[in-house]
């Protein structure tokens, strides 16, 4: 794959690692590489952040043809710079892909978009505890008529932002709203495809939920309204009486990377983890039974967040006195201990640049 780089004569101050916080510094450059229906994908380059022109009849303005992904490089205490199971990413996006008839990328072109751009910016993963460069690629439809079709065209670009923790809550508990009225996603609709369209839906019942002071909502599914599907940016599990629980992937969840190899390090240390319908009710059940122990959720930019209390209509769920639990803690300092190389990466999980 032969990618021109066009560098800035302009480079930026970095920021004061300690003080990020989630998306809102971008770094010196961007990977763009177009898409044709004739041509296939072509003219890979890596210019200068900045911003786009594009022509306002393009399909992602109007119909929303857009899918995006989330992953981040991590700096090891040795300087080095490695990402966490990349390859995913790249699956998810192509799965994404095909459900929102947007053109696929061959694997290896991803990944060495992905690898030749990260070194270009290694500098901009930063070094203060618990902070990241997160990597935002997305495509989106961009052909220039107001037809409604499968498009011809398309763009894929690469964005990187240096970050910090995504909730100003950081690794304590936070507090999430059950929502009874917005629905996020029915099987056979887009839930399980990472696409703009799914946020653009949910952020009505987001902002409703913050200025009661909630950090998020959890979704219940579209149509019995009573089973746990998934928080606006995370997967969520629950600890029920000793068993792991999570929502079965059926169509209409994000199937997470990290709910993924969560799964994957529990069950190899022994635990008890079903993928499952968990309903409203059984966690009240069990919250009065004394038997729901732990709940949090997890994801690329929130980690694995402690939830301290769930609120259900009227009704308050403290869980574990609001905070952090063992299992909890444990999962997080498992993880974020392999991301930064802190701990053995027994299952091959990091990618070294
Ligand atoms: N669910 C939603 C809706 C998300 O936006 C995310 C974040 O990417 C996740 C789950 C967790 O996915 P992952 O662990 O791959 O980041
Ligand atoms: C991520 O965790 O990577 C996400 O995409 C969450 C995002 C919507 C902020």
């Not at 004739?38 to 003219?43: A, Q």
């Not at 690469?158 to 100003?168: D, E, F, Q, R, W």
């Not at 059984?282 to 732990?294: F, M, T």
Request: one cysteine or more; a negative charge.
């Amino acid at each position: 794959m032969n990618i021109s780089i066009t560098k800035t004569t302009n480079p930026q101050v970095k920021p004061d690692s300690s003080t990020l916080g989630f998306g809102k510094v971008f770094t010196d450059h961007m990977f763009i590489m177009d898409y044709s229906a004739d041509k296939g994908w072509h003219d890979a380059r890596i210019v200068p952040f900045g911003r786009l022109a594009i022509h306002p009849a393009s399909t992602v303005l109007h119909y929303g043809s857009e899918i995006f992904e989330g992953l981040k490089a991590y700096r090891r205490a040795d300087g080095e710079v490695q990402l966490f199971r990349p390859l995913e990413n790249i699956r998810r996006m192509n799965r994404s892909a095909v459900r929102m008839c947007l053109p696929e990328i061959p694997e290896d072109m991803a990944l060495e978009a992905l690898t030749t751009f990260i070194n270009l910016e290694k500098d901009w993963v930063p070094s203060a505890n618990g902070t990241s460069l997160y990597i935002r690629p997305f495509m989106f439809g961009n052909d220039e008529t107001l037809g409604v079709h499968a498009v011809k065209n398309a763009t894929f670009i690469i964005i990187t932002s240096p970050v910090g923790s995504y909730y100003k809550e950081g690794i304590n508990p936070v507090k999430i709203m059950i929502e009874s009225e917005d629905v996020r996603a029915v099987r056979g609709g887009t839930g399980e495809a990472k696409c703009g369209g799914n946020y653009a839906a949910s952020n009505r019942a987001g902002e409703r939920a913050e200025k009661l002071g909630y950090s998020q909502v959890l979704w219940l599914d579209g149509v019995h309204r009573k089973y746990i599907e998934e928080v606006g940016a995370m997967n969520v599990m629950f600890k029920i009486d000793g068993e792991i629980v999570t929502p079965m992937l059926a169509g209409s969840i994000l199937p997470g990377i990290t709910r993924k190899s969560i799964i994957e390090l529990l069950k190899s240390e022994g635990y008890k983890v079903s993928e499952r319908l968990i309903s409203v009710d059984e966690l009240e059940k069990a919250l009065e039974e004394g038997k729901l122990e732990e709940a949090w959720g997890c994801g690329t930019a929130a980690v694995v967040s402690p939830i301290g209390e769930l609120c259900y209509k009227d009704k308050k769920f403290v869980i574990n006195e609001g905070k952090i639990g063992e299992v909890t803690q444990h999962l997080y300092d498992t993880l974020t201990g392999i991301q930064w190389g802190k701990v053995e990466d027994k299952f091959n999980w990091v990618y070294k640049l």
